[in-house]
T-cell receptor, first 115, second 113 residues
Framework: AQSVTQLDSQVPVFEEAPVELRCNYS??????LFWYVQYPNQGLQLLLK??????LVKGINGFEAEFNKSQTSFHLRKPSVHISDTAEYFC?????????????FGGGTRVLVKP | KAGVTQTPRYLIKTRGQQVTLSCSPI?????VSWYQQTPGQGLQFLFE???????NKGNFPGRFSGRQFSNSRSEMNVSTLELGDSALYLC????????????FGSGTRLTVV
């Protein structure tokens, strides 16, 4: 079974500083990879996804992520964060060989942007 | 295009009762999945329905059940509620073909007292 590890449970960062959120997944089989953001009392919003092609994926709100198959990683980055980026971020993987539609999520990383 | 709609947004139930949550997917989406989110266990997959059939199931007891209607709307039911069932229940829809991710609803916050 797939597993996803988000190495940092909390990341404090100052406004306008860069941030990197780390994500590793367990399986080397074909996968799709996703990053979602969750604001308080809301559902999950898709930031970006890797399905195939270029390993550098650009998403909404200035976020990007790089897929590294050999290291089974999919780290999320933003060069300059805003206060509004304070939220919880989830990495998720879909195993293409599994039946149906299912995402396995990491435990989440809380980003707190300080002024 | 309307998003995924979950009702109600908040629920308070007493231990031992049952509850039904509703989800309307994005128009044209035929797959609906349900997740439970708790501080301790994170996001856990409950089940997926596609064309009125359960296609995938997570590791939850039989008290958790669901169904999907011909218009793709879905309901999930939890019987004999326990305190540990308190959670945010998230519904997510996708087209059902060539999975490329979900669109999530805002969730139903269930509190069991």
């Amino acid at each position: 079974a797939q597993s996803v590890t988000q190495l940092d449970s909390q990341v404090p960062v100052f406004e306008e500083a860069p941030v990197e959120l780390r994500c590793n997944y367990s399986s080397s089989v074909s996968v799709y990879l996703f990053w979602y953001v969750q604001y308080p009392n809301q559902g999950l919003q898709l930031l970006l996804k890797y399905l195939s092609g270029s390993t550098l994926v650009k998403g909404i709100n200035g976020f990007e992520a790089e897929f590294n198959k050999s290291q089974t990683s999919f780290h999320l980055r933003k060069p300059s964060v805003h206060i509004s980026d304070t939220a919880e971020y989830f990495c998720a993987v879909s195993d293409l060989k599994a039946a149906g539609n299912k995402l396995t999520f990491g435990g989440g990383t809380r980003v707190l942007v300080k002024p | 295009k309307a998003g995924v709609t979950q009702t109600p947004r908040y629920l308070i139930k007493t231990r031992g009762q049952q509850v039904t949550l509703s989800c309307s997917p994005i128009s044209g989406h035929r797959s609906v999945s349900w997740y439970q989110q708790t501080p301790g266990q994170g996001l856990q997959f409950l089940f997926e329905y596609f064309s009125e059939t359960q296609r995938n199931k997570g590791n939850f007891p039989g008290r958790f059940s669901g169904r999907q209607f011909s218009n793709s709307r879905s309901e999930m039911n939890v019987s004999t509620l326990e305190l540990g069932d308190s959670a945010l229940y998230l519904c997510a829809s996708s087209s059902g073909q060539n999975f490329d991710g979900y669109t999530f609803g805002s969730g139903t916050r269930l509190t069991v007292v």
